[in-house]
């Protein structure tokens, strides 16, 4: 890189915050699976939103592409360099206001982690209602980028459902700032809506606010061990909505639990396994057991039912579901298609997506989880080369004539640009694409995600 520019980057953010030695960079060059693997001539870390603008008008003006990155826990290739982008971290951007308890929001930081967010809210006896594995890592800026789904999405929504205002700096270098969270405020396009879910290629965004959401103090755990996947999607189908208080379900299989447990020592709730498991989570005032145990009773292939209302064996019981993606990690580089399938498809394609794999990469092994509330599966597979795109080929294929989604709330990054014409209009691309051209003329950023070539 143009010597010169560092020299200018320096001045902006102060030498200390230009990372150009190796070890330095290479945590924000590699993603999260280790799949993605890319180099960056430097890693810039403004801290204030004024920085951020500086840095991008300079990059603007001299046509160099950035790649913005918060937590770096995404998984399609969005957040990392793969071709020599410059790294803007955003990671110093890590504020979290006072919880505004009238208005019951909260303005954070884009660097500020989500659990960071979730602690402010519970300090003043609310709930921020976006969760998921990352949130210790993951940021307010990247979950707002990607519109992170999580487990609580089947009650309250993903992260745009949450956002009501937001500051970003776009492509232009023009900073917009709209956080004063006004619930109706219908004055033009919803720019946090547009902004929410574009995963850096419209601008950077440097602070959100969010609505949250009251507590529930009674939160009950019902593991419910199922005898097929059909028999399991026709069941949440009816407990979202015959079960008031529940906030999550999610679907695993006894390969996937047993392989959790064995490589952090959790104990399996049951015995004798079965092919598959859907967790309900429950949250009221009041305490849900019976509204639980009474939706559970008398379903259709329900084998065995774990009631947890202790924090302690319930967040046990949850790692079985949220340490999927670590394990996995243990096994080899997984090669993720995260999916949402219309409900009366998820049997099938549970079937036909391991079918698939195999014929396409016999050496392969199949991990399937996810959060069947919304139709949405996460489909990893273990034992192949990082850009085996055969196997790409095959299972959106597969997804889009089971009519389902090729990404459901991790977003598209690099890992499926080339999948988007699959799912999109050409109509529709070309009005995403007029937005890009309109918001970051100069096609600096985060250009090789989103949209392929
Ligand atoms: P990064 O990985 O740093 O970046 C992600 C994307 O956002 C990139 O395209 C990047 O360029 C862009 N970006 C980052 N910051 C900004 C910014 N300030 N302005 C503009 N663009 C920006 N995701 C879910 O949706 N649901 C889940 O249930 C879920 N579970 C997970 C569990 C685990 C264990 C892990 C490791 C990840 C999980 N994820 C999940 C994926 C990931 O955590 C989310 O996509 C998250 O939103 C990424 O946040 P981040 O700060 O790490 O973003
Ligand atoms: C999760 O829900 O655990 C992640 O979104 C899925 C994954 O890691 O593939
Ligand atoms: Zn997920």
């Given at each position: 890189?143009?010597?010169?520019?560092l020299r200018e980057l320096a001045e902006i953010?102060?030498?200390?915050?230009?990372?150009?030695?190796?070890?330095?960079?290479?945590?924000?060059?590699?993603?999260?699976?280790?799949?993605?693997?890319?180099?960056?001539?430097?890693?810039?870390?403004?801290?204030?939103?004024?920085?951020?603008?500086?840095?991008?008008?300079?990059?603007?003006?001299?046509?160099?592409?950035?790649?913005?990155?918060?937590?770096?826990?995404?998984?399609?290739?969005?957040?990392?360099?793969?071709?020599?982008?410059?790294?803007?971290?955003?990671?110093?951007?890590?504020?979290?206001?006072?919880?505004?308890?009238?208005?019951?929001?909260?303005?954070?930081?884009?660097?500020?982690?989500?659990?960071?967010?979730?602690?402010?809210?519970?300090?003043?006896?609310?709930?921020?209602?976006?969760?998921?594995?990352?949130?210790?890592?993951?940021?307010?800026?990247?979950?707002?980028?990607?519109?992170?789904?999580?487990?609580?999405?089947?009650?309250?929504?993903?992260?745009?459902?949450?956002?009501?205002?937001?500051?970003?700096?776009?492509?232009?270098?023009?900073?917009?700032?709209?956080?004063?969270g006004l619930i109706k405020d219908n004055t033009?396009?919803?720019?946090?809506?547009?902004?929410?879910?574009?995963?850096?290629?419209?601008?950077?965004?440097?602070?959100?606010?969010?609505?949250?959401?009251?507590?529930?103090?009674?939160?009950?755990?019902?593991?419910?061990?199922?005898?097929?996947?059909?028999?399991?999607?026709?069941?949440?189908?009816?407990?979202?909505?015959?079960?008031?208080?529940?906030?999550?379900?999610?679907?695993?299989?006894?390969?996937?639990?047993?392989?959790?447990?064995?490589?952090?020592?959790?104990?399996?709730?049951?015995?004798?396994?079965?092919?598959?498991?859907?967790?309900?989570?429950?949250?009221?005032?009041?305490?849900?057991?019976?509204?639980?145990?009474?939706?559970?009773?008398?379903?259709?292939?329900?084998?065995?039912?774990?009631?947890?209302?202790?924090?302690?064996?319930?967040?046990?019981?949850?790692?079985?579901?949220?340490?999927?993606?670590?394990?996995?990690?243990?096994?080899?580089?997984?090669?993720?298609?995260?999916?949402?399938?219309?409900?009366?498809?998820?049997?099938?394609?549970?079937?036909?997506?391991?079918?698939?794999?195999?014929?396409?990469?016999?050496?392969?092994?199949?991990?399937?989880?996810?959060?069947?509330?919304?139709?949405?599966?996460?489909?990893?597979?273990?034992g192949v080369a990082p850009d085996a795109h055969?196997?790409?080929?095959?299972?959106?294929?597969?997804?889009?004539?089971?009519?389902?989604?090729?990404?459901?709330?991790?977003?598209?990054?690099?890992?499926?640009?080339?999948?988007?014409?699959?799912?999109?209009?050409?109509?529709?691309?070309?009005?995403?694409?007029?937005?890009?051209?309109?918001?970051?003329?100069?096609?600096?950023?985060?250009?090789?995600?989103?949209?392929?070539?």
């Amino acid at each position: 890189m143009d010597p010169a520019l560092l020299r200018e980057l320096a001045e902006i953010v102060e030498p200390a915050h230009v990372l150009t030695e190796p070890d330095a960079k290479s945590g924000y060059e590699v993603d999260w699976t280790g799949r993605f693997r890319g180099a960056t001539p430097a890693v810039i870390r403004p801290g204030s939103t004024s920085e951020v603008a500086a840095v991008v008008e300079l990059c603007r003006r001299e046509g160099v592409a950035v790649v913005p990155q918060g937590g770096n826990t995404g998984m399609v290739g969005g957040g990392v360099p793969l071709a020599g982008e410059l790294v803007v971290s955003l990671r110093r951007l890590d504020h979290v206001d006072p919880v505004d308890t009238a208005a019951q929001q909260v303005t954070a930081g884009a660097g500020a982690t989500v659990e960071s967010v979730q602690r402010a809210a519970a300090s003043a006896g609310l709930r921020y209602a976006v969760d998921f594995g990352a949130r210790g890592t993951a940021t307010v800026g990247g979950s707002t980028a990607t519109n992170a789904g999580g487990i609580n999405l089947i009650r309250f929504g993903g992260t745009r459902e949450q956002l009501v205002g937001i500051e970003a700096v776009l492509g232009t270098g023009e900073t917009v700032r709209r956080l004063s969270g006004l619930i109706k405020d219908n004055t033009g396009y919803h720019l946090p809506s547009l902004l929410c879910g574009s995963e850096g290629t419209l601008g950077i965004v440097t602070a959100a606010r969010f609505r949250l959401v009251g507590m529930a103090p009674h939160r009950v755990l019902a593991f419910v061990a199922m005898s097929s996947v059909d028999a399991a999607a026709a069941a949440v189908a009816r407990w979202r909505t015959g079960i008031p208080s529940l906030e999550a379900a999610e679907l695993v299989f006894h390969d996937g639990i047993a392989l959790v447990a064995n490589a952090f020592g959790l104990s399996l709730p049951f015995a004798a396994p079965s092919p598959v498991y859907v967790m309900l989570d429950a949250g009221a005032l009041h305490d849900p057991t019976d509204e639980l145990a009474e939706a559970v009773a008398g379903i259709d292939g329900v084998v065995d039912v774990a009631v947890a209302a202790d924090t302690v064996r319930r967040s046990a019981l949850w790692r079985l579901r949220e340490d999927h993606a670590l394990a996995i990690n243990t096994v080899g580089v997984p090669h993720k298609f995260d999916v949402t399938l219309p409900q009366a498809q998820l049997g099938a394609f549970t079937e036909r997506v391991r079918a698939v794999v195999a014929s396409v990469e016999p050496e392969a092994y199949v991990w399937l989880f996810g959060h069947v509330g919304d139709g949405n599966l996460h489909v990893n597979v273990t034992g192949v080369a990082p850009d085996a795109h055969a196997l790409d080929d095959a299972v959106y294929g597969l997804v889009v004539e089971m009519g389902g989604s090729i990404s459901a709330e991790h977003g598209i990054g690099t890992a499926k640009a080339r999948f988007l014409p699959l799912d999109r209009s050409a109509t529709e691309l070309t009005a995403m694409r007029s937005i890009k051209a309109a918001l970051d003329p100069a096609g600096i950023m985060n250009p090789h995600a989103l949209f392929a070539g």
